[in-house]
């Protein structure tokens, strides 16, 4: 068994292995002609199910030949300029490598001593993300598995650096309060557009869900400044903390981008703590024509980035940054088996004094080769190329008289629903429709595209990250969608004569 283990001996058997895997998935990539196969877990299921993993196959070969059944064929690919789905972006060759580099060499980013140089470039991609960002000289950061983590992560300092300025406050008052006292006094402001790992983050951080103050959006889907400032008074009239506002640059379901600078404005006059979920926007960063649509993030306390949605690098790859880098001292604990505090002293970096995860994958470095082959620039050029998309498509989408369209795009996603001709159709059927229409395309496996509700009704999406889509891809979907739900309605009205 030590002939499998990745060692100066095995160097040619590594060689094989992965060249004879890379040649699997490249037939896959020149040959796919669908997002995927439409396989149902019910045909797929047993399938798997049935593969007994203490009987281990002859070789690497045997094994790449099953996982042609159960995964290759039927995975769903999102280089194919018909996903249309979720915020899965198709990725860039440099981080591909990067991701076989750092697989294979196996590097841990918690210590120093498990890293070397992989630590110094995870530092210097942190840096020059929040150079990018604008949030000065004692910022700081740390990569993360994504946007849900970066965003807990945020709000852990939020919490704790409210708590530790609040009861500094009441001491220097003359009154004493605890941390569990304030706890239940704590609120969070967000938009009803943001995305619901604020909520489960209150909620793991043991403020509940109802810490979470939610702010009506205005048409555009950005938050609407006017209701969180009343808000905010209220929350201080009532004898409640405002421990943070997160504004949302790029929203899940529109794209949209709150209003940064008004919401810094607020935050800042009602001493809260100001987090930027930019994890899907954050492509912005680097875009030569669309930075200015960022501006107002420079005055954040903390900023989610994914490196995996708008950067097109492979999951994952995200980072939460800060304007003060004292500030990620909530989340240290020094072990003496791992980071005692002489290290500290002695000045050995280890990222693991920043991180809520121990053990942590060496994902800058598919970032760091990314930027070396292809520059920002070239990143950000092929967001700014879906942002053109994502407006031509709308164009599109407002031209046909199948469907209406929610709000123009400030990035890349597309709300609209398919509606019927005439009057007299019954609401919930038109909801009925959308929805089967989306779940009728997937199983077809001819596209795939995303689905949400707006004030309770039932909508489709348009997810555009693939530079390779076309308005043609677009309007063909659109006719694949509209004819789903034109049979659903149909059957469904003859159902009911």
């Given amino acids: 068994m030590r002939s499998h283990l990745l ?56 094994v790449l030949d099953e996982l042609e059944d159960v995964y290759l064929r039927d995975a769903v690919y999102f280089h194919h300029p018909r996903y249309l789905g979720h915020l899965n972006c198709p990725v860039v060759i440099p981080a591909v490598l990067g991701e076989a580099i750092l ?21 210097r991609l942190i840096d020059w993300t929040t150079e ?46 605890t941390k569990a006292e304030l706890l ?44 969180l400032a009343l808000e905010l008074e209220e929350c201080a009239a009532e004898g409640l903390f405002p421990m943070a506002v997160v504004a949302t ?23 809260a703590w100001m987090h930027v979920d930019a994890a899907y926007g954050c492509g912005l960063l680097a875009s030569p024509t669309r930075r200015h649509l960022l501006d107002g993030i420079e005055r954040a306390d903390s900023v989610t980035v994914d490196y995996h949605k708008s950067f097109f690098q492979p999951v994952s790859s995200s980072a939460m940054l800060v304007r003060d880098r004292d500030t990620l001292k909530h989340a240290t604990y020094h072990a003496d088996y791992l980071n005692p505090r002489r290290m500290a002293e002695e000045r050995i970096p280890n990222q693991v004094d920043k991180s809520i995860q121990t053990t942590r994958r060496f994902d800058a470095l598919k970032l760091w080769v990314t930027l070396r082959v292809m520059g920002a620039d070239g990143v950000g050029s092929l967001f700014d190329e879906v942002i053109d998309l994502a407006a031509a498509g709308w164009d ?102």
């Fill in 7 to 62: 060692n100066e001996t095995t160097a040619d058997l590594y060689r094989r292995s992965v060249t004879e895997g890379v040649d699997r998935v490249a037939a896959k990539l020149a040959t796919t002609q669908r997002p995927h196969t439409g396989i149902s877990v019910d045909e797929l299921a047993p399938v798997i199910n049935g593969i007994d993993l203490d009987k281990p196959l002859a070789d690497a070969a045997a």
């Fill in 103 to 123: 697989s294979a060499v196996n590097s841990s980013l918690d210590t120093w001593d498990q890293s070397i140089g992989g630590t110094l470039i995870e530092r």
């Fill in 132 to 177: 990018r960002i604008g949030l000065g000289p004692a910022a700081d950061g740390i990569f993360t598995s994504g946007g849900s983590q970066s965003n807990f992560h945020a709000l852990l300092l939020a919490r704790d650096e409210a708590c530790r300025l609040v009861m500094k406050k009441a001491l220097d008052e003359g009154r004493e309060l």
């Fill in 184 to 227: 239940p006094k704590l609120r969070i402001f967000t938009s009803e557009a943001s995305h619901f790992s604020v909520q489960k983050s209150a909620a793991m951080l043991g403020l509940g869900y109802e810490a979470v103050i939610s702010v009506p959006v205005d048409r555009n889907r950005r938050m609407d400044t006017s209701v």
């Fill in 249 to 271: 640059a790029g929203t899940t379901d529109f794209g949209s981008i709150d209003p940064l600078p008004e919401i810094a404005r607020l935050a800042d006059e009602h001493s």
């Fill in 396 to 497: 599109v989408i407002d031209a046909d008289p199948r469907f209406e369209v929610v709000v123009k795009p400030q990035i890349s996603t597309l709300v609209f629903r398919y509606v019927p001709e005439g009057d007299g159709i019954r609401a919930d059927l038109v909801d009925e429709a959308n929805l089967h229409a989306r779940k009728a395309l997937f199983a077809s496996g001819e596209a795939v595209v995303a689905g949400t509700k707006v004030d309770g009704k039932q909508y489709l999406k348009f997810t555009l990250l693939n530079p390779q889509t076309t308005t043609a891809d677009i309007a063909a979907v659109l006719d694949l969608l509209a004819a789903h739900a034109e049979q659903f309605l149909g059957e469904s009205l003859a159902l009911h004569r």
